[in-house]
């Protein structure tokens, strides 16, 4: 089985990316043959600062090995050291109806809510659909709101196929439902672009100051709250805190005279202890940066090994050779 993921370089990574993408990603790097990259290409729909650009994408590297990624299981690496994704990106733009490129989510919220839409975010299923085709993935790990990206890429595969003969394999979006989307401080699905989120690895300060600012309703303490485990808060105590923790806090607020403030206390709490490992590794990490570029080095090489090959693949179908 061969598995596929991305994450882009756009901004500090938060427990959504953590419980929706990265820690579902780590655990398969045990069940087959992983390939994990940073998607540089990728924000550059969106990010116009090459600093920016630069260090963020060492935070991601940093992010994603102190949380558990394996370079010795996964081939690990940055996008765009690996050029083939966009020769691949051309080939399959040219089978991709603009329909269903015009019916993204991504693409059609961005335009919804006034935002400058260039070609690029517009094109960008197909950049995503090449990330994919390129290494024979049979399995992508992703949150919900990437799963439609998924199924446009097994339309563009399909396409091509029907249009060249059988050259891609058709890969299968994986989510899991109770991570699937992590809600934000404001109840919205987390996500940076709407600044509701908690940070893997903020400081401590800044994280608490996030998860005390979790819009709840406005029932007093005393007041008994059986619906509790709708609210955002508990949602997100259920991630980091063990069933027994989460379980009892639920009962205290559906019993009443539990409040608000004494839930977002724990919740702090749970979260910081959960990332206390990961913030070690990640302070090691960073004392070791040569470490880190030779990882994403190594893993270009190994991951442009086989993007060539299935690249020459597509060539020779579509008569380029
Ligand atoms: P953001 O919305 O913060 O910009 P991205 O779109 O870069 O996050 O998402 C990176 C990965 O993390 C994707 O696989 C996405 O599905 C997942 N992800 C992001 N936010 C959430 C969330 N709130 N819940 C679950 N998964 C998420
Ligand atoms: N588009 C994804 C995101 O914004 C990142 C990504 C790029 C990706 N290429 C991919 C994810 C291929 C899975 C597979 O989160």
């Known amino acids: ?141 992703v949150g919900r709101d990437q799963k439609q990206h998924v199924e446009v890429t097994r339309d563009i595969a399909i396409k091509f196929n029907e249009a060249y003969g059988q050259t891609f394999v058709l890969p299968e979006p994986r989510t899991r439902d109770e991570v699937a989307v992590v809600p934000g401080t404001d109840g919205r699905k987390m996500s940076k672009s709407y600044g509701n989120t908690v940070e893997i690895f903020g400081d401590e300060k800044a994280v608490r100051a996030k998860v005390m600012s979790i819009v709840m309703d406005s029932r007093s303490m005393e007041e008994a709250k059986p619906d509790a485990g709708e609210n955002n808060a508990i949602k997100l105590l259920r991630l980091v805190a063990s069933a027994e923790i989460a379980g009892d806090i639920e009962a205290k607020l559906a019993a009443g005279g539990y409040g608000y403030g004494t839930l977002k206390k724990a919740l702090f709490e749970q979260c910081w202890n959960y990332f206390t490992a990961q913030r070690a590794r990640r302070k090691e990490l960073e004392a070791s940066l040569d470490y880190v570029h030779d990882v994403l080095r190594d893993g270009a090489e190994r991951a442009r090994t086989v993007a060539s090959k299935v690249l020459k693949r597509a060539r020779v179908a579509s008569g380029l050779e």
């Not at 550059?44 to 990624?69: E, I, K």
């Open 1 to 141: 089985m061969r598995i596929l993921s991305g994450i882009q370089p756009s901004g500090a990574l938060h427990i959504g990316n953590y419980f929706g993408m990265m820690r579902p990603s780590i655990e398969l790097q045990e069940q087959g043959e992983a390939y994990y990259f940073i998607a540089d290409y990728h924000s550059m729909t969106s990010l116009y600062d090459a600093g920016q650009r630069r260090r963020n994408t060492l935070d991601v590297a940093l992010d994603f090995l102190a949380c558990g990624l394996d370079p010795k299981r996964a081939v690990f690496f940055r996008q765009s050291d690996v050029p083939e994704h966009c020769e691949l990106t051309w080939l399959l733009s040219t089978v991709t109806p603009m329909g269903l490129l015009e019916r993204c989510h991504s693409y059609k919220d961005k335009t919804a809510s006034g935002l400058p839409v260039n070609h690029g975010l517009f094109a960008y299923p197909v950049l995503m659909a090449a990330d994919i085709l390129i290494y024979d993935s049979n399995v992508v790990p």
